[in-house]
């Protein structure tokens, strides 16, 4: 079943079993698991989590992203993939750093195979818009 945002069974990411196997709902700091959520809704082979960005896009302090995103490379959640040199007026030199990531197993279960459709709530896809349904009769 589809809708205009694309495919129903894509708008929520999934949990694996061992999330709770691992004890890992235990192990984790809530900082650790904001990031790891946010980073699990995103879908993406590699993502970048700017601490400035990702407080703005999801309403969580700079603080807890860096404790967060710490906790889970302490642990071997998530990894660096890859590191890009970009231009940026924010740097003396004028060059800065950018950090891509990609979830370790089992949390990169909610990778999109091959859907080039953004998630809706995608900081990334230049529009964020919340889908709200209702469920009352009309």
């Not at 407080?55 to 995103?69: D, P």
């Not at 998530?78 to 800065?96: N, P």
């Amino acid at each position: 079943m589809t809708d205009k945002d694309g495919l129903l069974s894509e708008v929520y990411f999934k949990l694996p079993y061992e999330y709770w196997d691992s004890n890992w709902h235990n192990r984790l700091t809530l900082p650790a698991k904001a990031v790891l959520f946010i980073a699990m809704s995103l879908r993406k082979p590699e993502f970048t989590l700017p601490d400035r960005w990702t407080s703005e896009w999801y309403g969580i302090s700079e603080a807890t992203v860096t404790r967060g995103r710490a906790k889970l490379e302490a642990e071997g959640i998530i990894a660096v993939a890859r590191e890009e040199t970009t231009s940026s007026l924010k740097e003396m030199h004028g060059f800065g750093k950018r950090i891509y990531y990609r979830l370790e197993d089992p949390f990169n279960r909610n990778i999109r195979n091959g859907l080039t459709q953004p998630s809706p709530m995608d900081p990334s896809s230049g529009k964020r818009k919340v889908i709200i349904r209702s469920i009352r009769p009309d």
